[in-house]
């Protein structure tokens, strides 16, 4: 959603889709981001800077528009007027907003829900007046009428019920042949305040739509071409997976792949519809499909990685044969609110991964009370994902014998059988990783392009 021409291949691909197709567009590139620096801005006293930001992301959308407006084959007609009032509106709102913030000195998680939407806000909006310009027949639909969510701001739970009867506003127009487009991330709480789905969130506003309209198809259109054997930028001959089952894309979602927000899998499962990850640069590759029971030849379907975790390790005497230390230990990072991530354990020691950002130092003040505390920064986890990963002959074998030559920290293996772990050092992360795709990925002969 970056420029001009990215909209115009967006709209192209929403046309080639067929009347009724529901489209649901994330902010413009960054938008987001500035929206919230304005904020954060603001809250810290300069008013005037981050009056610059708003100024500046309202030139954007206003340059973009005309952009779009002179390319060929399309006629702006009335429209160019109708999108420099939308886009006037919601720079004076965001003003008004930003001045509050900076008078008050404060930024709470719902004044920032009402200003991150604001991308989405315009972006909407924005491409459904393009649409109109090329012939297409598209209505603008407010989120915030039709995503209706808890008002936990900054990470609201879509109310998927309400969601749903609201939703046949859109089914309506849908079956009309009309071509409804409606931004993501955003929605609103009982009382019609703006709420936010979190960061990411767009991807699973499409799903929530599927769910709630009975979508044949859930299209998450993103600049790779679907879900990746490992991170094509590291690692050598990476390629696209065919096809992945839900919980194989969530597991890979959760692990960092930054293509599909996680939450995207869970609506998808409950009316199994087919979810395909699609690249707007290269709308003719096939792309990822995730469906209930996707195939592969191989048990493992995906190799991911996360740099720059921590480890601790929690070593006790008198774990032997005694109960409640577990519980002791967890207790003291639910106390502080840190988030575990991988937990293994032997008879007398925990070890855990926990986020590089997570603050340690009280966790591990208090843990030292009740046992000896080790914390190894710079760590990277790799994962494998796939399908019964340890019923398969032979997995572990050939991922230890792969790894061979890197010092391990930590192995885990996830109950479910679709995911293991293991924790190395950072700077042999990207070497371990292309070590395990050259054993599960042999035959890949030619590099695909991301
Ligand atoms: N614009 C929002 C964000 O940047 C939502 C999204 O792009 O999915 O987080
Ligand atoms: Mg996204």
């Known amino acids: 959603m970056a420029d ?63 952009d779009f407006f002179d390319l060929e084959g399309v006629s702006s007609g009335a429209s160019t007027d109708l999108c420099v009032n939308h886009i006037n509106k919601l720079a004076a709102l965001l003003d008004n907003y930003l001045l509050g913030i900076q008078t008050l000195g404060e930024l709470s998680a719902k004044s920032l829900d009402a200003i991150s939407s604001i991308g989405e806000r315009y972006s909407s909006f924005l491409l459904a007046e393009c649409a109109a310009a090329i012939g297409i027949p598209a209505v603008w639909i407010d989120a915030a009428d039709i995503m209706k969510t808890t008002s936990e701001h900054g990470k609201a739970a879509p109310l998927t019920d309400e969601i749903r009867e609201r939703g046949k506003r859109i089914v309506h127009h849908s079956e009309n042949g009309r071509f409804p487009i409606m931004g993501g991330f955003y929605g609103s709480e009982e009382h019609g305040v703006i709420t936010t789905l979190g960061r990411g969130g767009s991807d699973f506003s499409a799903s929530l739509i599927g769910l709630a309209t009975e979508a044949e198809a859930i299209e998450i259109w993103t600049d790779v071409s679907g879900m990746y054997t490992s991170d094509p930028r590291f690692v050598q001959r990476a390629f696209s997976i065919k096809e992945l089952s839900f919980n194989e894309a969530a597991e890979l979602a959760y692990f960092g792949a930054k293509v599909l927000h996680p939450a995207t899998i869970q609506p998808a499962v409950e009316r199994d519809i087919p979810v395909y990850v699609k690249n707007t640069f290269a709308p003719e590759h096939p792309g990822t499909r995730i ?33 409640g230390f577990l519980a002791k230990v967890f207790a003291i990072f639910e106390k502080h609110r840190v988030s575990v ?104 002969q030619t590099p695909e392009s991301p």
């Open 4 to 66: 001009a021409e990215a909209w115009k291949r967006v709209l192209d691909i929403v046309k080639a889709s067929g009347p009724g197709t529901i489209t649901i567009v994330s902010a413009t590139s960054g938008t987001t981001n500035s929206l919230i620096l304005a904020a954060e801005t603001a809250r810290s006293g300069s008013l005037e800077e981050a009056k610059q930001i708003s100024d500046e992301i309202k030139k954007r959308h206003i340059g973009l528009i005309n």
């Open 291 to 323: 469906f209930s029971d996707a195939d592969s030849d191989s048990p493992v379907r995906a190799i991911a990685f996360k740099k720059d975790i921590t480890v601790i390790t929690v070593i006790s005497s008198r774990m032997l044969l005694a109960w």
């Open 341 to 444: 991530d991988l937990v293994s354990t032997s008879e007398v020691s925990i070890s855990m991964t926990v986020d590089k950002k997570a603050r340690l130092e009280a966790v591990c003040e208090e843990l030292e009370h009740v046992a000896s505390v080790n914390v190894y920064h710079n760590q990277a986890l790799i994962s494998l994902v796939g399908k019964n990963l340890m019923k398969s002959k032979g997995v572990a074998a050939k991922a230890f014998d792969a790894l061979a030559d890197f010092p391990i920290r930590m192995i885990s293996q996830g109950s479910s059988d679709i995911n293991l772990s293991v924790v190395v050092e950072n700077d042999h992360a990207v070497k371990a990783v292309q070590s395990l795709h050259d054993t599960f990925f042999p035959n890949q």
